[in-house]
T-cell receptor, first 114, second 114 residues
Framework: GAVVSQHPSWVICKSGTSVKIECRSL??????MFWYRQFPKQSLMLMAT?????????EQGVEKDKFLINHASLTLSTLTVTSAHPEDSSFYIC??????????FGNGTRLTVT | AQSVTQLDSQVPVFEEAPVELRCNYS??????LFWYVQYPNQGLQLLLK??????LVKGINGFEAEFNKSQTSFHLRKPSVHISDTAEYFC????????????FGQGTRLTINP
């Protein structure tokens, strides 16, 4: 079945540094990728939608300059958390789809900012 | 806009007992409905989905759900649970014909006790 690989699975960084999270579709071309954020014991909140080759569409309240999304190829999207702060600590999950096919989720990245 | 309400944040059940996880939604347009399962520190796995047709849908791991349009509900059921079913369960909707943007409920923590 379709697989979405997310890397790293966990990362610890110091406040003020930037962190890049990768989301890859391993056996299909993902025309659209979604980035979600999940706080402990809470639901997933959509941060942004990225389409290959175009700028990401951010949800209301999400700082696009802080959460940089790049979808340069049909198999890779990246989320960069710039100048991370402790309040950015969270579980970040990507999902990918090809056209109207079912969404496939990555296993998530646990970000801890100290 | 769509919204999803999962009425129970936690459901403790004894092993081999039946379980029902409740989900209600609100939408001014037609929607597709989904149930996902999330194991600790992992992404989401699709359990089942309702797109059209029979209102009773069967999914993986012995789960099923029934779409009730008049009650705007999509409750998830399993006749006999196992310890391995312990996880977080999310109900989600997306607009018919729209982008694959999912709106999630708050999640229900299902705990199976021996």
């Amino acid at each position: 079945g379709a697989v979405v690989s997310q890397h790293p699975s966990w990362v610890i960084c110091k406040s003020g540094t930037s962190v890049k999270i990768e989301c890859r579709s391993l056996d299909f071309q993902a025309t659209t990728m979604f980035w979600y954020r999940q706080f402990p014991k809470q639901s997933l909140m959509l941060m942004a939608t990225s389409n290959e080759g175009s700028k990401a569409t951010y949800e209301q309240g999400v700082e696009k300059d802080k959460f940089l999304i790049n979808h340069a190829s049909l198999t890779l999207s990246t989320l960069t958390v710039t100048s991370a702060h402790p309040e950015d600590s969270s579980f970040y999950i990507c999902s990918a789809s090809a056209g109207d096919s079912p969404l496939h989720f990555g296993n998530g990245t646990r970000l801890t900012v100290t | 806009a769509q919204s999803v309400t999962q009425l129970d944040s936690q459901v403790p059940v004894f092993e081999e007992a039946p379980v029902e996880l409740r989900c209600n939604y609100s939408s001014s347009v037609s929607v597709y409905l989904f149930w996902y399962v999330q194991y600790p520190n992992q992404g989401l796995q699709l359990l089942l989905k309702y797109l059209s047709g029979s209102t009773l849908v069967k999914g993986i791991n012995g789960f099923e759900a029934e779409f009730n349009k008049s009650q705007t509900s999509f409750h998830l059921r399993k006749p006999s649970v196992h310890i391995s079913d312990t996880a977080e369960y999310f109900c989600a909707v997306r607009k018919v014909g729209g982008a694959q943007k999912l709106v999630f409920g708050q999640g229900t923590r299902l705990t199976i006790n021996p």
